[in-house]
Every structure is written in C-alpha cells, then in structure tokens.
C-alpha cells in the first residue's frame, strides 16, 4: 500500500516508524540513491544508512502540526559511498500508525559541482596573484621564487616543488612540509635520466603534463611518495626561445584535481611567466640605460665646454650647466626652444646645420650681456642605421684668442714700420739660416750683389768660415 502511494514521487521517500524509528519503507528514487532494495532495508534501523555512527543520534518528535524539518545529510551508499542529501522530515499517521517521512533529494553530483566551481575558483584566484606577485620583479631568479611561492598557496595544491638553473648549478625549491630527504631524492631525479613526469616534459618540449598516480608508467617516481596518496600531478614547464628555463611539479590528493579543461588555466600561467620575464629584461634594460644617461649627463655637464644637442627639426633638447652658466639663464628657459632663437643665428647657418658639420665663427651675448666672440662646431647625430636624427654643438669662446692675434698682428705691423725707418741693415732670420724679413736698407745693399728674399738660406752668402762664425752666435744668442 506504501509503495504504491510513494512509488511515483522521483524524491527518495523513506518512511520510519515513530516509535522504533525503524525502516518500514523506501521508495525506488532511494533505492537507487542507496543502492538497496526496500526488502534489503526493511527493519533496519535510521543508522543504518548514515555514513558515519559518528554522528550523533538524535530522535526526531515532530508533531502532525508543527512545519517540516529539514535537514542536510551526509547517507551511506551500500558501495560505501558517501551520497549527501537534501532531507525534509514530516511527521504523519498513516493506517492508524506513527510515520516519520523522510524526502531526501541527491545532493552528490550537486556537491562534486559545488566542489569543482570552488576548486576553479580557487585556482583563478591563485592565477590573479600571480599576475599581481610578478609584475614589478627584475630578475629571472625573483620570478621562479615568486612563482613557487604563490601556486604553493594554493589550498588545492598539497605539494609543489620547482627546479631551476642559476649560474649552472641546480637550484631546487621545495615548501616547509618538504623534507630534506625528500627534496634530496627530487633533486637527484632531476639530475639523472630516471623517467618521471618532468623528464618527459623536457624531453616533449610539451609546456605541461598531468599525470595520474597508479597508472604504472613511473613506478620509481611514485615510489618516493609512498607516504601520501596523491591522485594526480602537474608538471609546468617554462621555456623561452627553446631553453628550458625552470620546472614546476604540483602534486594533489584531490581526484578531480587538473582536469584537462583547465589546460587554458595552465597556458595562461605560461604565457604571464613570459610577460614577466620579457618585462624583467626591459626593466633591467630601462635600468641600466638610466645609469648609462645619468652617467653622461654627469659627463657632459662637467666638461667646460658650452654644448647643445637638438633633435632634427633644430628644437634644443638638452643643453649642459656650461650653457647654462654663461648664458645666465636656467636649462628649463632654453629646452624646446628652436635653436635660431637661443643663438641668433642667420638662416644661411641654420640650413648648413641642418644638413653638414660646420665650423665658424659667431658672435654670441654672454652673461652679463657682452657680446663675444665664439667658435661654432657642429656635428650630426645619426641613429644605428645612419639616419640623422639631430645635431650636437659645441660653442668656443675665442676671445683671449682674438685678442692675441690682434697683439701679434699690431706687433708686425711695428716691427715693419720699424723696418722702413731704420737705415741699418737688419735681416731675421730663423734658427737655421732661413731669411724671413729683410730690412729695406739691407734689401738695396744685397740687391746690388744678390737678390736675396724671404725664404733663401742667409748663410750661403758668406764664406765657409763667415758661415760657421754666423751660425756660433746666432745659437749663442738663442741659448743665452
């Protein structure tokens, strides 16, 4: 009569006695839930089917007016199987009998769902750290650590070990629950040729594997973790221009633990190790060139020289504390300005900058506003394929040297005159007898034997003797 009043309900209906709380009946939705017939169960007790006696017992006195119970449970199947439950517990008369009614609905693969949906979630979350720990590292060595140290976090992930190379020698990293003779027998796996996951991923040059214990294809691997009972194992492997860089192994106890739909997780993993790999070069790279310019810059502004650099439209795009100093202005009053504008220059000199090295000579207002006179020398910059891309200056003040050609040109203009005016004979002559001017007296007087001009070896007038006499006072006057 029960069964054919509960036989079409698709819930799994038990029902108790009140009294006994025995099992007079289960329909065959908990049959199938259970694995056990209704003649099987028949007279059992409510413990019977739960998975564990641990929990307590409990007598459920539910009366026919109060609103149903419910209640989560944890019912064993007869393969020993743990099945959880959604139960709802009533309380009825039925034939003139006490009843308690159990509704159970299955909550198993509802629970392996929820299961998988927090292990994923678990594993996006690990996935969002790493991104986060590996965007400021600068060496290889900082990102494999960082590397390690995150997927170890994760709850799901029992063991991790990794394994790199630094200056040769075989680094392997392993977490605090690792034991030294544990990690002593990874390490020498990896420098061996035994078979075991991460060989093969060298080997492949696969970016991962997973592997399932038990499976028999690495007996001597599996062997050295005899004392856990891991279900399964991920080898990542990262490699950059076909070098094997380092080799990460997770080890879980979970069985539903790196299913192959999470492949996209594992190459994404992969593919934020390379950015940060590609970033640490850049970085080091942005590094050093730093140093590098604030090592020239440091250069350039100790030279005295005045310099400018422009890019190839003629802007200023830098200029050194010398520029600075004798213009009397700041670096920050010039920079951008086109260079026709700081210098004054003619557009005739503008054109030739822009096209060739140049030297000449301009005239220049310096601090305190005089003006004076500088040399002008300029060189293109060129970039790694020979296109320029703008032009360095350097300015020379030549004032002193002005100032002494014009001494030496008034002075020879004196000696001249004083030549005209004398009327002795007077010649110069160098060192060696090599006549550079002659007295205007001295010129009539040779006229008339010889012609004798600048540039004629004096000596060869005289005698051999005359000549030798000449020679000994000349270079005692120069010696005295």
């Known amino acids: 009569m029960l069964h054919s009043f509960f036989h079409p309900i698709q819930e799994g209906i038990l029902v108790l006695d009140m009294e006994t709380e025995s099992i007079l009946y289960l329909n065959p939705a908990l049959e199938n839930i259970l694995g056990y017939s209704s003649e099987e169960l028949q007279g059992e007790s409510r413990d019977f089917i739960l998975f564990s006696s641990a929990y307590p017992r409990k007598t459920f006195t539910i009366k026919h007016d109060e609103p149903p119970l419910k209640t989560y449970w944890q019912l064993r199947h007869k393969s020993g199987e743990k099945k959880f439950v959604n139960c709802t517990i009533n309380a009825s008369t039925f034939a003139g009998q006490g009843i308690l009614l159990f ?61 790199f190379y630094k200056d040769g020698e075989l680094q392997v990293l392993g977490q605090s629950g690792l034991s030294s003779e544990l990690k002593l027998k990874i390490h020498s796996f990896v420098s061996s040729n035994i078979p075991f996951p991460m060989r093969r991923l060298i080997d492949t040059k696969d970016n991962f594997i997973i592997h399932e214990f038990g499976n028999g294809k690495y007996p001597e691997w599996e062997s050295i973790f005899a004392n856990y009972k891991f279900r399964r194992s991920l080898s990542i492997g990262i490699r950059e221009k076909g070098q094997f860089l380092v080799g990460i192994e997770i080890l879980s106890l979970e069985g539903m633990a790196f299913d192959s739909g999470e492949n996209f997780l594992y190459e994404e993993i992969i593919s934020d190790v390379h950015s940060s790999l590609q970033n640490a070069k850049t970085e080091r790279t942005r590094i050093e060139n730093s140093k590098k310019l604030q090592f020239q810059g440091a250069l350039l502004n100790s030279i005295e020289v005045p310099l400018i650099s422009t890019d190839d439209e003629g802007y200023i795009t830098y200029g050194n504390r010398s520029l600075e100093r004798i213009l009397g202005v700041y670096k920050e009053d010039f920079i951008d300005l086109p260079l026709g504008k700081l210098l004054d220059l003619s557009s005739t000199i503008l054109e030739r900058l822009a096209k060739e090295e140049l030297r000449t000579e301009i005239k220049m207002k310096i601090f305190p506003n005089v003006e004076a006179p500088m040399l002008l020398a300029s060189s293109r910059i060129r970039d790694e394929y020979g296109n320029p891309i703008g ?18 040109r008034s002075s020879e203009i004196k000696l001249r005159n004083l030549f005209s005016a004398m009327n002795n004979g007077i010649v110069i002559l160098t060192p060696e007898g090599i006549v550079l001017e002659v007295a205007p007296i001295l010129k009539f007087l040779l006229f008339q034997v010889l012609n004798v001009t600048s540039g004629e070896n004096f000596f060869s007038l005289f005698e051999r003797d005359v000549e030798e006499e000449l020679k000994a006072g000349i270079k005692n006057c120069l010696d005295s």
């Not at 032009?391 to 030496?408: A, M, P, R, S």
């Open 103 to 163: 509704y159970f609905t299955d909550r198993s693969e509802i629970q392996q769902t929820e299961l998988r949906l927090y292990y994923m979630q678990s594993i996006l979350r690990t996935l969002r750290l790493l991104r986060q720990n590996l965007r400021y590292l600068t060496s290889e060595v900082a990102i494999f650590q960082k590397l390690y140290d995150t997927l170890k976090e994760n709850p799901h992930y029992f063991l991790v070990w990794a394994f």
């Open 391 to 408: 032009t360095i200056l350097l300015l020379l003040d030549i004032t002193e040297q002005k100032k002494n050609e014009e001494l030496i």
